[in-house]
């Protein structure tokens, strides 16, 4: 067909694209401070507030996008915003004019929990308390500086944000007793249960938990720690702690009353629009549009209440808005190519920036995963369809159905384990092997 004319990049050597560059290795962090150099040009990556963006901060960040970078943002796995396509001279810039607005972002260890838990803290067993003494300490003992750049910790207290299919070094999960379980390395599913222990004991474990980790092996992970070292290593000081009978042992978290899914959502006593940028990606123009319509749905004086919060699954969360707001909102984002639909079938597919958006890739991504979508894929949100412009697999999600991987050659089709099952010199070629793939039970992603 035509469209893999397009869905291709030119020939190495040829005319027009210069070629894929080399993929950078996986593992790096990309932050304010130490941007990553991609296929077209540097990658800053930025954690809202858990407060969230006012609507001025995110125009600002629009305008950063435009100004310093190629005008695309990515909302990423985890819930990070990224600003693509800045050169040395213009990501020094960005980080003078992040300066001011350093409070609206995250810096230091990576402590993911959720930000739109409308829940008083009392009633979620603390978990703001937790996390915020987690960072004290991180931040008083440079715990930081000693860990592996992607090193993560995750305090789940059961709110709307589903953090059980991320992956964390050191996980501290709400039960039913509300006593805290506290695993290491994986998933909710796939990490090692260690035990549970007492709230007010939770982050100084977690504290303790790292830094042993951090005397292991240079760059170390969860993964990398002995179960029984990391129990003794509690014990020494939570005395509440109660170690599980084995890594796999079963424990029962606290239920998810409600989960954050894109559409509108009720948080206490104002709404939600939660919506997803197609396949991540959102130009800075769109978002600019989507941050105009949400002012004008309210006076100024109320709209200094509308925050936008990114999270987990590549969402993008607007509230403090009334119930024809969110409405409305979302009917918004559906004209600027936003998701404003939960059984959106492009929410069952996952891939990086692609050609042309980045020179290492060697082929669409986004052209590839339209395509998919125009010939009647549903696909599985649980296992989705990852397209990779290259072999460094950005965007790569925790399990997957199939891997489109692009190569000097074409692309190649892999399976969980790695193993090539198929190769073609076309991406469009490989419609009948995903078409092929099961389906959602419901039928829909």
């Known amino acids: 067909m035509n469209a893999s004319a397009d869905l291709m990049t030119a020939p190495v050597g040829g005319t027009g694209h210069p070629g894929p560059v080399p993929a950078v290795r996986r593992g790096a962090c990309p932050s304010l401070d130490q941007p990553m150099r991609t296929g077209d040009g540097l990658l800053v990556r930025l954690t809202p507030s858990r407060r969230g963006l006012t609507l001025a901060t995110a125009q600002a960040v629009c305008e950063m996008a435009r100004r310093h970078g190629n005008g695309l943002l990515e909302i990423s796995t985890r819930g990070n915003l990224q600003i693509r396509g800045l050169s040395d001279d213009s990501a020094a810039q960005l980080s003078d004019k992040i300066d001011p607005l350093r409070d609206h972002f995250r810096f230091g260890l990576t402590v993911d929990a959720d930000p739109l838990d409308p829940r008083d803290p009392n009633e979620n067993g603390r978990a703001k308390a937790i996390v915020g003494r987690i960072e004290h300490e991180a931040e008083k003992t440079g715990l930081k500086q000693r860990l592996a750049p992607k090193f993560s910790m995750i305090v789940d207290a059961g709110g709307p944000v589903d953090y059980s ?16 379980a506290i695993l290491i390395g994986g998933t909710e599913a796939t990490g090692r249960h260690l035990g549970d222990l007492a709230a007010d004991e939770a982050a100084i474990a977690a504290c303790v938990l790292a830094a042993v980790i951090a005397t292991i092996v240079p760059n170390a992970r969860g993964r990398d720690m002995q179960a029984d070292q ?22 029962r978290p606290a239920d998810r009353q409600t989960v954050a899914d894109v559409g509108a959502l009720r948080l206490g006593g104002t709404m939600a629009a939660i919506l997803s940028p197609a396949y ?4 800075a123009d769109d978002l600019q549009s989507l941050i105009e319509a949400a002012a004008s749905l309210t006076d100024a004086t109320n709209a200094s ?44 597919i996952a891939c990086c920036a692609g050609h042309p958006a980045c020179a290492s890739a060697y082929f669409d991504t986004h052209g590839l995963a339209d395509l998919l979508v125009s010939h009647g894929l549903l696909g599985n949100r649980e296992q989705p369809v990852h397209l990779s412009g290259c072999k460094k697999q950005c965007a790569r999600p925790a399990s997957a159905a199939l891997h489109v991987v692009g190569t000097t050659a074409g692309v190649d089709c892999l399976d969980e384990a790695g193993t090539v099952i198929a190769q073609y010199t076309r991406p469009d070629d490989t419609l009948p092997l995903v078409l092929g793939l099961p389906q959602s039970e419901e039928g829909r992603p």
Do not use: N, Y
């Open 165 to 180: 299919g991320l992956k964390a070094d050191i996980r501290l999960r709400l039960l039913e007793t509300q006593r805290w």
């Open 305 to 348: 209440r509308i925050r936008i919060h990114t999270v987990p699954d590549r969402l993008l969360v607007v509230t403090g808005l009334s119930a024809h707001g969110a409405e409305a909102l979302l009917g918004t984002a559906a004209a600027k190519r936003f998701i404003a639909q939960p059984d959106d079938p492009r929410r069952a």
């Open 230 to 251: 990391a129990r003794d290593a509690i014990s020494c000081v939570a005395p509440s702690f109660v170690p599980a009978v084995g890594d796999a042992s079963p424990f």
């Open 280 to 283: 991540g990606t959102m130009t």
